[in-house]
């Protein structure tokens, strides 16, 4: 609808902004519902964000500490070799869950191999098979903050996306629409105080003329 027309002011016209103006209304009331309950989600993410984050970066100092003994014991040429050539022992799945109809995807990583390392060890060193077994129980932990930071990031964008939509409600269409309603209420008035007075002024010309 555009605001800018001028408004037709009349009974339908006026029932059909009563009636917009409570959808409107109601509208609202489900948006502000709504960005509550993506508020609560966040903070709920970031604090489990947070946890998760704390939880990662001594262990990551360690995997960078043995990775990069590795690489001054082995030489690169070695390391790289070890690491293309490896099988993958581990496997992320990912699912796709809902929060207030935001899709959020989930990470859940599962072991194919728990038994032996993917590796030889004739040309390796306890550096390299500790860096393995250091990234090998880091990654579920390392995939579970991605999928909070992701989340928080879904949810923060549709929070803002709600928060432009209850601002146009609240500032500019349903103050629009009382608007309208007002002048209509007001437009209809005054023509019945006129058609009052011009009935009354025709009863006394008939009165006149008795």
Not at 47 to 61: C, D, H, N, S
Not at 97 to 125: C, Q
Not at 195 to 201: G, H, I
Request: aromatic content about 6%; some cysteine; charged content about 30%.
């Amino acid at each position: 609808m555009s605001f800018g027309q001028n408004v037709a002011a009349t009974k339908i016209e006026l029932l059909k902004y009563k009636r917009s103006s409570q959808v409107a209304s109601m509208v609202r009331k489900i948006l502000d519902d709504k960005r509550k309950v993506l508020l609560k989600n966040i903070e709920e993410m970031i604090t489990e964000a947070t946890k998760a984050r704390g939880g990662i970066w001594e262990p990551l100092q360690d995997v960078y500490k043995s990775v990069n003994e590795a690489y001054l014991t082995l030489g690169t040429n070695t390391v790289d070799s070890v690491a293309q050539s490896a099988p993958a022992v581990m496997e992320v799945d990912v699912t796709i869950k809902r929060v207030v109809d935001v899709k959020i995807p989930a990470l859940n990583v599962t072991e194919k191999d728990t038994k032996s390392m993917p590796y030889g060890f004739a040309d390796t060193n306890s550096s390299i098979d500790r860096a393995a077994k250091q990234i090998k129980a880091m990654l579920p932990k390392i995939c579970k903050a991605a999928e909070y930071e992701n989340s928080i990031f879904s949810l923060a964008k549709a929070l803002e996306k709600t928060q432009k939509l209850l601002n146009a409600l609240e500032n500019v269409i349903i103050p629009q629409y009382h608007s309208r309603i007002k002048y209509i209420l007001a437009t209809l008035e005054e023509r019945e105080r006129e058609e009052f007075a011009r009935l009354k002024k025709v009863k006394a010309a008939i009165e006149k003329r008795k």
